[in-house]
Structures are given as structure tokens and as C-alpha cells.
């Protein structure tokens, strides 16, 4: 019952939030007029919408059958391409105030004086995201299953019901304060869950000693450390490149706000990273083998379990919030960006005379269709989490990652260039996916493809890049 009452507040706070935060203009329902001032709340709201139930689900129980090269390789690239992110991002602010972009296909269009590069990365934004929002919908309906003992669709529904709620009515200025939040719940559960496996195994020394060797070796435990570090990898990439962050970043209201967010988002990406990422081979060190059997087939069981089984009554509770809030933040992010590339980015390039008001109506409107066929999508999912998050995650990432980076840095780019790296990641992934070697994630592929495409067609074209010299000291 405590559960369900938590629950019912957790939602009249989104809601009379939502309802305060409302916006009535485009510009402000996708960037918040670029009025955040807070850097503490865009550092942990961005935590909290790169991490979603994936991470606390799948990443929690995925080194079940990793072993412990997850939970190095997957902490080290976070931290990582958290503390790269941060230092890039007051370029990332002034490029997009320079060139007043409202999305990351319209930055790199302006960028490059590409109309056609905009509407290919609106797409991919479009396809990958549908398929990433489906593993999310998957840990957010598990979570409320093994948690408040509602069935599998049930979940489903009431994740659509909330989410509908506060993205419909606050856009980015709800999803940013609401997601600020849902970072401090997330933080906390990923510390509570930690220390009640810890207690559980008698302390970190005495859990370590019952781990099985197989599980603490380098190698992997049933899975390659080879796959566990491209998944990683892939995983963390976003953190750089994922647009439905980058956004977050061009809502701050100056630079210096920009600076001050890069101290508390990788701190706090670094406490959860390590909390969430660890639980999984802690976890053979504090329970029973004949616990553990049936988390094997399914690692995104165990958080649940864990909850239930290790903290007192209540306290599961927190962990509940704590993961319905990483599955709410990310999800509401991400359908604020897909549905901005589809109404401001490719309506907008067919009849550019549509009006902002219609473009706020439809992008409400296609946002909670979005919604619901990603979670009716959701309903049958067979594979863990991790790998189906690596795979589309790392798509939007690579194909965003390689003309936003040069884009930044180096004068020369070119449309042709923009244009070949998004074609060439995107064929060469979905190929290696395929046909490829299982062994070699094919993120690293389309890295290097679409990084040889760019500066091929790039190189091959002879034209300036799109913006003059006097805005390049400007965006420096």
C-alpha cells in the first residue's frame, strides 16, 4: 500500500509541475526560451536522461552474465565521455545560439548549408529512437511488475499516463526541473540498492570473497569481454552525441551555466554509474546460487528482486521511484526530440509556411502517438536490454557524433562530407549488424565509416564550410 500512496504523490508533484511550468510557445516548449540558470539542475537532469530503466535493469543485473568486465568498462566509459561531454559542451551552446538552432538537425543543417543532411539525420533520429524507446518501456513496465504486483501491459499503461502527462503540457522546461528530480531519486536508489547488497554479503571484503572467480576474471564470465566492452562503449557514446541531451545544453541561459552543469553532471554520473553497474556481481557474492539460477536467462529481473528481498518495507518503495524516475526522464526527452525533428525539421522543410502555433499543436499531439505505439511495440520483447540499447543508442550517436565533433573543430566540412558520414554510419551498422563479426561492435564501424566519409566527401568538394570566419572566433 505504501508503495501505490508514493506512487500516487510522485505523480501529483509531475503533474502540478507540469501544470506550472506550461509553455505556450514553441521556442519555449522545446528550449525553454534557453532560460535555465541553475547548473546544478541541468547537470543532473542531463544525468538522468541519458540513464534510463535500461540502466537500472539491464545495466544492474546485465553483469550477471558479464561478469566484471561490465562493471569496469561500462563505469570507465561513462565517466569518461561524461567528463569529455561536459568539456565540449560550452562550444555545443555557442554554435546553437549562433545559429538560434532549436534542434541537432537544424544545427548541423545551419552548420553545413545542408537542408537534405538535416532531413536524413530527422529520419534516423526518427527510426532508432521508436526502437530505443521500446527496451526503456520494457525495464520501466518490469519495474512496476516485480514492484506494485500490476501485470506486464498494466505497466505499460500507466508509464504512457505519466510521461503523456508532463511532456504534453511543460515540454523542456518540465522535463528538465522534473528530470532534476528524478536524477536525486535515481542517485539515491542506485546508493540504497548498493549498500543493502553490501550489508546483505557481510561488507565489500567478505562479498568479494564469494564471488566466483569466472565472474571477478577479465575475460568475461558467459559473455566475451570483447562484446562487453563495444557494448559499453557504444552505450556511452551517447553521452557525447545523443541530440535528446545536447538539448539540455542549448537551454542554459549563458555559458557560465554551461561550465558550472560540467561539475555535477559527471559527478553524478559517476556515483550511479558505479552504484547501478556493480550490482550484478555483488550479487554472487551475497546470495545463494539457486537465487541467482533464474536471473541468469533473465538479468533484468533482478533489481526488482533485490529491492524486495534486501531493503526494509518502504525502502522498496524508494527503489521504485528511483527507477520509474530513470525510465520517465529518458523516455520524455526522447520523444520531445523525435517529435521536434519530425514537425520543425521535416514538415517545416516540405511547407515551411506552417506556423509555430501548429508546429506546437502537432508536435503535442504526434509526441503521445509516439508514446503509444513504442509501448504497445513493447508489450512482446524477448531480448535483455542492454544489447537492443547498445545497438540503437549507438546508431544516433555515431551518426551524430562524427559532423557535430568536426563541425566544431574543423573548418573544412562540407555538406557533401555531412551527408556521406550520416549515410555511411548508418549503412555500415545496420550491415555489420547483419553480416558482421559479433565479436566487434558495430558502433566501431560505423565510427570509422562515417569518419572516412566525411573527410573523403569533404575533402573531394571544393567549397568552405558552412559558416564564415568572423562566426568561428565567435564560436570559440
Known sequence: MLNQLLLVAY???????????????????VLSDR????????????????????????GGGYGLVAGLPWVVWATFFHVAFACLAWMIAPRIWQMARQYDAKTIPQLLERRYSSPAGKIILAVIMLILYAVYLVPIFKGCANLFSGLIGITYVQGLMVAVAIVAVYYSIGGLPAIIWIGFIQGVLMIGGAILLYAGLLQAGGGLYGIWENIPAAVTSM??????WQKTFGQAFSISLGLLALPD?????????????????????????????????????????ALS????????????????????KLLPPGFDALILLAAISAAMSTISAIILVTTTSLTADILRYFRPETSDQRVLLLT???????????????VNVPQQIVPLVSVSMGVIACSVFV????????????????VASLLASFGSVVLWQFYGNPLIHPVFVGLFCGTVA????????????GRPKTEKSRAG
Open 364 to 378: 503535442r499531439a504526434i509526441g503521445l502517438i509516439i508514446l503509444a505505439v513504442a509501448a504497445v511495440s513493447a
Open 289 to 308: 546460487p539457486e537465487t541467482l539460477q533464474p536471473f541468469i536467462s533473465n538479468p533484468d529481473g533482478l533489481v526488482p528482486f533485490l529491492a524486495i
Open 35 to 58: 532560460n535555465i540558470a541553475f547548473p546544478f539542475v541541468i547537470g543532473i537532469a542531463y544525468t538522468a536522461a541519458y540513464f534510463s530503466a535500461a540502466s537500472f535493469l539491464g
Open 219 to 224: 575475460s568475461g564470465n558467459s559473455v566475451p
Open 403 to 418: 559532423p557535430l565533433i568536426f563541425g566544431l573543430y574543423w573548418d573544412r566540412g562540407t555538406s557533401t562530407g555531412f
Open 245 to 285: 541531451l545536447l538539448i539540455m545544453i542549448f537551454s542554459a541561459r549563458d555559458r557560465r551555466v554551461v561550465r558550472f552543469a560540467g561539475l555535477y553532471g559527471p559527478l553524478s554520473i559517476a556515483i550511479y554509474a558505479f552504484c547501478i553497474f556493480s550490482l550484478g556481481i555483488l550479487a554472487y557474492g
Open 11 to 29: 505523480v501529483a508533484v509531475i503533474v502540478i509541475l507540469s501544470i506550472k511550468l506550461r509553455q505556450g510557445t514553441f521556442t519555449g516548449f
Open 454 to 465: 566525411y573527410l573523403g566527401g569533404s575533402l573531394a568538394t571544393a567549397q568552405t564550410a
